[in-house]
């Protein structure tokens, strides 16, 4: 049975990095893209990246435009995100999602269209 494993969260003072990973058991991501959403207390999940199967592909909010990049290993079926320039606001749960996409384009407006999501890695950004 296909899951998701988010992993790499932790506690970082604001401009540092992280970089998290989404890792899948019981399929290969070949065919799928994925995308990284986030959900701060008492906040609604939003969608931060997403990355097309070829890779060629990739959204982002205009929140974490040139300080996250998202990239991913076929090979290993696994989807990255790198987090720079870490700010406070960026504190979440972070949770990476999949759909079955063979566009090479892909869009984070709405959690629903994305499945099998993770059990999240937490980010805390704070000094």
């Known amino acids: 049975q296909l899951q998701l494993v988010e992993s790499g969260g932790g506690l970082v003072q604001p401009g540092g990095s992280l970089r998290l990973s989404c890792a899948a058991s019981g399929s290969t991501l070949d065919y799928y893209a994925i995308a990284w959403f986030r959900q701060a207390p008492g906040k609604e999940r939003e969608g931060v990246s997403c990355?097309?199967?070829?890779?060629?592909?990739?959204t982002y909010a205009d929140s974490v435009k040139g300080r996250f990049t998202v990239s991913r290993d076929n090979s290993k079926s696994t989807v990255y995100l790198q987090m720079n320039s870490l700010k406070p606001e960026d504190t979440a749960v972070y949770y990476c999602?999949?759909?079955?996409?063979?566009?090479?384009?892909?869009?984070?407006?709405?959690?629903?269209?994305?499945?099998?999501w993770g059990q999240g890695t937490q980010v805390t950004v704070s000094s």
């Open positions: 999602g999949l759909k079955y996409w063979g566009e090479d384009w892909c869009t984070i407006n709405d959690a629903s269209d994305w499945a099998y």
């Open positions: 990355i097309t199967i070829s890779g060629r592909g990739t």
